[in-house]
């Protein structure tokens, strides 16, 4: 059934409504605007409550209803059919790219580091005050939009009479064909890979810095040298993630490599690729985003330019993050069971001269 995504996005959607319709009448639970403490880099920061929750509750109870109109297969064209996807692809970007900020980036960045060392007690952090309220509705809003997208994603290819599952069809633009996508993609993959290696080479220097004690940054939120390590990690997720983005147009992103035993030779599944590096390229996009309108990446420079400067690049690392990985799903997609042809098998073709 195609039409999960839609069922899914209205469920969310009601609930989510419903939640903020609380925060209307009680006055209290809004989690963003002037009452957030870390708001310096929301672009909801000067959203106050008696604005934003009520503004929340209808935005996302309209939504649950075109979501659930969304499973349906109406005649739907012109002027009607515009106005719903511009609506529904509104409250998708919204919900992916302005209600979340960098803080959501920064805990998936961190997050290796905070599960491995928790056994051990490292880092010594108050795991409270890194899974806050606001980060905790962020990471809502963002399963609601993949959701939304989903759903508004089918409903626009089924009315354009194209295939819902796979976005095939006669009148499917030549980029999107597998030769097409290779093109463009592979430069796309290619920036995408670069910006993170910058970024992983700057917080090496960061560690090392801190290290060698030429910088005392940040020591106060880890506490002691733990710094050192942090930068480490950090720098160790992002070049493992730019050498993950390379695969999106390397044989060995296809096909599992040698090494990998048990795996070894197998087709790499289409969604463990996509899927990741989809949800990575929301987080990075929202939180340049963030940056740019609090004028942060802006006033990137100073004594410690050399370790901040890659984040000016990350306004164009998200999208072409998005790119390479829609490139890597079009050029990947398997046969469709829906609109592919369907050939006889050998048990039921006719006999020769029947």
């Known amino acids: 059934m195609t039409d999960w995504a839609g069922r899914a996005a209205a469920a969310w959607a009601a609930l989510y409504g419903t939640v903020a319709l609380v925060w209307t009448v009680t006055g209290s639970g809004y989690p963003f605007g002037p009452g957030d403490d870390e708001r310096g880099t929301s672009m909801l920061r000067g959203l106050p409550a008696s604005v934003g929750a009520p503004l929340f509750a209808a935005v996302l109870l309209a939504t649950a209803v075109a979501a659930l109109a969304t499973t349906g297969r109406p005649a739907v064209r012109g002027a009607v059919r515009t106005v719903f996807l511009a609506f529904g692809w509104t409250v998708v970007a919204a919900l992916l790219l302005v209600v979340p900020d960098v803080r959501l980036l920064t805990r998936v960045g961190y997050a290796p580091m905070l599960i491995l060392g928790a056994p051990f007690g490292w880092p010594p952090v108050d795991y409270s005050e890194v899974v806050t309220w606001p980060v905790v509705n962020m990471a809502v809003t963002v399963l609601g939009g993949l959701l939304l997208g989903r759903a508004l994603l089918t409903w626009q ?3 354009a009479g194209l295939c819902e599952r796979c976005g095939r069809g006669e009148s499917a633009p030549q980029w999107t064909s597998p030769e097409g996508a290779a093109r ?37 939120e880890f506490g002691g040298d733990a710094v050192v390590l942090a930068g480490a990690g950090l720098g160790a997720f992002a070049l493992g993630g ?11 992103g296809e096909v599992f490599p040698r090494w990998m035993l048990g795996l070894a030779g197998r087709p790499v599944p289409v969604k463990l690729a996509v899927v990741p590096a989809a949800i990575v390229a929301v987080l990075v996009t929202s939180a340049s985003l963030g940056l740019a309108s609090a004028g942060a990446l802006a006033k990137l420079g100073g004594d410690s330019a050399l370790l901040v400067a890659p984040m000016a690049l990350w306004p164009a690392w998200g999208p072409a993050l998005g790119a390479a990985t829609l490139a890597y799903y079009l050029r990947r997609r398997p046969a469709c069971p829906a609109c592919a042809p369907v050939e006889p098998s050998p048990s039921r073709a006719p006999a020769a001269g029947a």
């Open 157 to 159: 290819l089924r009315t």
């Open 242 to 252: 730019a050498v993950l983005t390379l695969g999106l147009v390397q044989r060995w």
């Open 184 to 220: 463009w993609g592979r430069w796309a993959a290619y920036l995408a890979a670069a910006v993170p290696v910058l970024y992983a080479v700057s917080r090496f220097g960061w560690a090392a810095a801190v290290l060698l004690g030429l910088s005392d940054a940040h020591r106060e």
